[in-house]
């Protein structure tokens, strides 16, 4: 299978270098079938077609734009330090401090597929039980949240799993009061809104956030 994407990479993480053939908008995905592909029935497709795919009879997923900056969950460099086993963590790029934070960046700086396109592609392939070798900042774990999927990852350090557990249930937080969510319930909802309002004020300026927060300055 074939992920096209659309657009460009993000400047989030500082300046790079342009040099030929060194986009990456095209991703290869080994799919491993439960049985034989005879036996599985088509499954009709209404998103990220834009090369026209219909169903699951068509290979690629065009169209899927790159994760943007305001889905990227945040962590603070010493945090980020613990979580990478004690790694080097480099200084916050100098773009980045003036538009956001100097403290709080990204986990991995160039993820790229967005929640929604975890979400089409449990809904597409009827999945129910995920098991996730690289949990990264948490879109699939979101995604599963978000589609009442299992949901089981293989942390790097036990800090990376206590900040993925919190990203969880911030996440939850929003999905609790969502009419049509698996987690939606009208009394939690209300009791959310009443004692932590403002992480869903948080959540609702992250949704809101203007797209200029990506970096204007293109890889060179």
């Given at each position: 299978?074939?992920?096209?994407?659309?657009?460009?990479?993000?400047?989030?993480?500082?300046?790079?270098?342009?040099?030929?053939?060194?986009?990456?908008?095209?991703?290869?995905?080994?799919?491993l079938?439960?049985?034989?592909?005879?036996?599985?029935?088509?499954?009709?497709?209404?998103?990220?077609?834009?090369?026209?795919?219909?169903?699951?009879?068509?290979?690629?997923?065009?169209?899927?734009?790159?994760?943007?900056?305001?889905?990227?969950?945040?962590?603070?460099?010493?945090?980020?330090?613990?979580?990478?086993?004690?790694?080097?963590?480099?200084?916050?790029?100098?773009?980045?401090?003036?538009?956001?934070?100097?403290?709080?960046?990204?986990?991995?700086?160039?993820?790229?597929?967005?929640?929604?396109?975890?979400?089409?592609?449990?809904?597409?392939?009827k999945?129910?039980k995920?098991?996730?070798?690289?949990?990264?900042?948490?879109a699939l774990?979101e995604?599963?949240?978000?589609?009442?999927?299992?949901?089981?990852g293989?942390?790097?350090?036990a800090?990376?799993?206590?900040?993925?557990?919190?990203?969880?249930?911030?996440?939850?937080?929003?999905?609790?009061g969502?009419?049509?969510?698996?987690?939606?319930?009208?009394?939690?909802a209300?009791?959310?809104?009443?004692?932590?309002?403002?992480?869903?004020?948080?959540?609702?300026?992250?949704?809101?956030?203007?797209?200029?927060i990506?970096?204007?300055?293109?890889?060179e």
């Amino acid at each position: 299978m074939f992920v096209l994407c659309t657009g460009r990479t993000s400047g989030r993480a500082g300046r790079c270098r342009k040099m030929v053939f060194s986009s990456k908008t095209v991703e290869t995905v080994t799919v491993l079938l439960p049985c034989q592909k005879t036996k599985l029935k088509l499954v009709k497709r209404d998103t990220y077609n834009l090369m026209e795919e219909g169903s699951t009879y068509d290979s690629t997923f065009s169209g899927v734009p790159f994760r943007p900056t305001k889905e990227l969950p945040l962590v603070e460099l010493t945090d980020k330090a613990c979580v990478l086993g004690g790694a080097a963590v480099p200084d916050t790029p100098e773009d980045w401090a003036d538009r956001k934070s100097t403290t709080a960046v990204p986990l991995f700086w160039q993820e790229s597929k967005p929640i929604a396109f975890w979400r089409t592609l449990l809904r597409v392939f009827k999945i129910s039980k995920v098991f996730d070798t690289t949990p990264g900042s948490g879109a699939l774990m979101e995604a599963c949240l978000a589609e009442g999927c299992f949901y089981h990852g293989l942390c790097l350090t036990a800090a990376h799993m206590t900040w993925l557990a919190n990203v969880a249930d911030r996440a939850a937080a929003g999905l609790i009061g969502e009419d049509g969510s698996p987690l939606y319930s009208k009394d939690l909802a209300l009791l959310l809104k009443s004692h932590y309002q403002t992480v869903l004020d948080a959540l609702a300026a992250g949704d809101a956030e203007d797209a200029s927060i990506e970096s204007d300055a293109e890889c060179e």
